[in-house]
């Protein structure tokens, strides 16, 4: 049995830098920080996940906190989401800091809420209680706020007010649902803090009292959808996206839904087994899921921002995910997949697409032309990671798009298939037309090239590098890493 206090002790070291960063005393030396401190902290919560992975469940704290498959995964990706972005970061904040627009003052803020989020989401994913799961994810929605607006223009505390405010209002939502998936455990004769413990209630999930874990679960699915950006309930999404510093928008669309909908996966296989497997849950999600594909390709169609593009482009990711797992099966498993690689994918978009705003001193796209010429290594990266945004082949979101929709035909889903296939269209055309311009429309006054960071060189190299691998092969480790996940969704332990 592993110590006591080794899961959460994970959060020790991004709690400790989130204190270092109070008392550094330059902006780069906070920008340093957060890029070598990030792949510190991020470092051990991986190897916890692949010793989770090749042991079974770990589990410390008298039960309060776990990881198992599922939780591993997203650890996984949340450790690979913060690297990229915190080896972005410090290309992004030395061109800021050497404008003077990246103060001491703001550098400290910065650098204590990036680690504080980091620790907030691991308490996310290694809470074995669903009250502590919900703590977590409220602590991200109020130490992320602040993100937004590190730059205090009205645009961004609007941003942030309007982030805030939703979440707070969805993350209390959740809270009720949390409430009532307690108590429907009455008749399981489970009590106290017993009844909030996952592992219990998946135990005794077919003794649930099916009418308030139905109830529970609805108000868990708007609630932490509306963090998740899951449509109808997704307004706060585009104006955090396009306010907020270019790695901070790519951990909100790389990881933070991700976190969110993770609240939601909890609950499914409780849900299902208390209905009798009937798919109720599942119809739930892709219900919501196939709302985001459709809202998401309707609005991208008029985007001029490349930022808020990006931001309905997560909408309609997540959807798809969604829609994934209310499938269930080779679906899951394909959303599952889908998640890893959008996380990957939109992190690369983010980041670039924010340096390249600092180049050409907007996100208009109408005014973002020719980027091969202007930035090489970022305009490269951005005009990739939208490809592979689209689901464009070899690059591996082909791959879960065409497997989801697999997963919907062979269940005789046709109109959801149908309704995917539609949305996919639109994006795809939507998105390769604003590609097109922005790599070869002629414009007259170009930024001086850029010469590439080296993290810049290495996140836009290592990311695509990684995307085209998986697009044409899963090496065996991760389609065992991907299945075992899928399983805890299916009630396995």
Same mark, same amino acid.
Request: hydrophobic content about 60%; overall charge positive.
């Given at each position: 049995?592993?110590?006591?206090?080794?899961?959460?002790?994970?959060?020790?070291?991004?709690?400790?830098?989130?204190?270092? =960063?109070? *008392?550094?005393?330059?902006?780069?030396?906070?920008?340093?920080?957060?890029?070598?401190?990030?792949?510190?902290?991020?470092?051990?919560?991986?190897?916890?996940?692949?010793?989770?992975?090749?042991?079974?469940?770990?589990?410390?704290?008298?039960?309060?906190?776990?990881?198992?498959?599922?939780?591993?995964?997203?650890?996984? *990706?949340?450790?690979?989401?913060? @690297?990229?972005?915190?080896? =972005?970061?410090?290309?992004?904040?030395?061109?800021?800091?050497?404008?003077? %627009?990246?103060?001491?003052?703001?550098?400290?803020?910065?650098?204590?809420?990036?680690?504080?989020?980091?620790?907030?989401?691991?308490? *996310?994913?290694?809470?074995?209680?669903?009250?502590?799961?919900?703590?977590?994810?409220?602590?991200? @929605?109020?130490?992320?706020?602040?993100?937004? =607006?590190? %730059?205090?223009?009205?645009?961004?505390?609007?941003?942030?007010?309007?982030?805030?405010?939703?979440?707070?209002?969805?993350?209390?939502?959740?809270?009720?649902?949390?409430?009532?998936?307690?108590?429907?455990a009455e008749p399981a004769g489970l009590q106290g803090a017993e009844v909030m413990?996952?592992?219990?209630?998946?135990?005794?999930?077919?003794?649930?009292?099916?009418?308030?874990?139905?109830?529970?679960?609805?108000? #868990?699915?708007?609630?932490?959808?509306?963090?998740?950006?899951?449509?109808?309930? %997704?307004?706060?999404?585009?104006?955090?996206?396009? $306010?907020?510093?270019?790695?901070?928008?790519?951990?909100?669309?790389?990881?933070?839904?991700?976190?969110?909908?993770? +609240?939601?996966?909890?609950?499914?296989?409780?849900?299902?087994?208390?209905?009798?497997?009937?798919?109720?849950? +599942?119809?739930?999600?892709?219900?919501?899921?196939?709302?985001?594909?459709?809202?998401?390709?309707?609005?991208?169609?008029?985007?001029?921002?490349?930022?808020?593009? #990006?931001?309905?482009?997560?909408?309609?990711?997540?959807?798809?995910?969604?829609?994934?797992?209310?499938?269930?099966?080779? +679906?899951?498993?394909?959303?599952?997949?889908?998640?890893? =690689?959008?996380?990957?994918?939109?992190?690369?978009?983010?980041?670039?697409?924010?340096?390249?705003? $600092?180049?050409?001193?907007?996100?208009?796209?109408?005014?973002?032309?020719?980027?091969?010429?202007?930035?090489?290594?970022?305009?490269?990266?951005?005009?990739?990671?939208?490809?592979?945004?689209?689901?464009?082949?070899?690059?591996?979101?082909?791959?879960?798009?065409?497997?989801?929709?697999?997963?919907? *035909?062979? $269940?005789?889903?046709?109109?959801?298939a149908a309704i995917l296939l539609a949305g996919l269209a639109v994006v795809f055309?939507?998105?390769?037309?604003?590609?097109?311009?922005?790599?070869?429309?002629?414009?007259?006054?170009?930024?001086?090239?850029?010469?590439?960071?080296?993290?810049?060189?290495?996140?836009?190299?290592?990311?695509?590098?990684?995307?085209?691998?998986?697009?044409?092969?899963?090496?065996?480790?991760?389609?065992?890493?991907?299945?075992?996940?899928?399983?805890?969704?299916?009630?396995?332990?």
């Open positions: 049995m592993p110590g006591e206090w080794l899961l959460p002790g994970l959060m020790l070291l991004p709690v400790l830098l989130a204190g270092a =960063c109070l *008392v550094l005393r330059s902006p780069r030396a906070v920008a340093l920080a957060c890029a070598a401190g990030t792949p510190a902290a991020a470092l051990p919560a991986a190897a916890a996940a692949l010793l989770a992975l090749r042991q079974g469940p770990l589990s410390s704290g008298a039960g309060w906190f776990r990881l198992d498959a599922l939780s591993s995964l997203h650890m996984l *990706v949340m450790a690979g989401v913060f @690297t990229v972005a915190g080896l =972005c970061g410090f290309a992004y904040f030395r061109a800021e800091i050497a404008g003077g %627009h990246f103060t001491l003052k703001l550098a400290r803020r910065y650098g204590s809420l990036w680690f504080g989020s980091f620790a907030a989401m691991l308490l *996310v994913l290694i809470s074995n209680n669903l009250g502590l799961l919900w703590v977590g994810i409220e602590a991200s @929605t109020l130490l992320t706020a602040f993100l937004i =607006c590190i %730059h205090a223009a009205p645009a961004a505390l609007e941003a942030m007010w309007k982030y805030l405010l939703m979440c707070s209002v969805g993350v209390a939502l959740a809270f009720t649902g949390t409430l009532l998936i307690a108590a429907s413990l996952w592992t219990n209630l998946r135990g005794a999930a077919a003794q649930l009292n099916p009418a308030l874990i139905k109830a529970g679960f609805i108000f #868990l699915a708007v609630g932490y959808g509306v963090k998740a950006g899951l449509a109808p309930m %997704h307004n706060w999404l585009p104006d955090a996206h396009s $306010q907020a510093p270019g790695p901070v928008s790519a951990v909100f669309s790389g990881f933070l839904l991700n976190a969110a909908l993770y +609240g939601i996966l909890r609950c499914l296989p409780l849900v299902e087994a208390a209905t009798g497997n009937t798919g109720w849950g +599942g119809g739930i999600l892709a219900l919501f899921g196939l709302l985001s594909i459709a809202v998401a390709a309707a609005l991208i169609v008029s985007q001029q921002d490349i930022k808020r593009l #990006l931001a309905y482009s997560s909408v309609e990711h997540i959807g798809i995910m969604a829609l994934g797992f209310g499938l269930g099966g080779a +679906g899951a498993i394909a959303a599952l997949f889908h998640m890893c =690689c959008h996380s990957l994918a939109k992190t690369l978009a983010f980041c670039c697409a924010g340096r390249l705003g $600092q180049i050409y001193g907007t996100h208009d796209m109408q005014r973002m032309a020719r980027l091969t010429a202007a930035a090489p290594w970022l305009g490269a990266g951005l005009l990739a990671a939208l490809l592979a945004l689209i689901g464009a082949a070899p690059l591996a979101l082909f791959i879960s798009e065409f497997l989801i929709m697999k997963a919907a *035909v062979d $269940q005789g889903r046709l109109a959801a055309i939507a998105l390769l037309r604003r590609m097109i311009a922005m790599a070869w429309d002629a414009r007259p006054d170009l930024p001086p090239r850029q010469r590439a960071h080296w993290a810049e060189i290495l996140m836009v190299a290592a990311s695509l590098a990684v995307l085209l691998a998986l697009g044409m092969y899963w090496p065996p480790p991760l389609a065992r890493l991907l299945a075992g996940a899928a399983a805890v969704l299916e009630g396995a332990p």
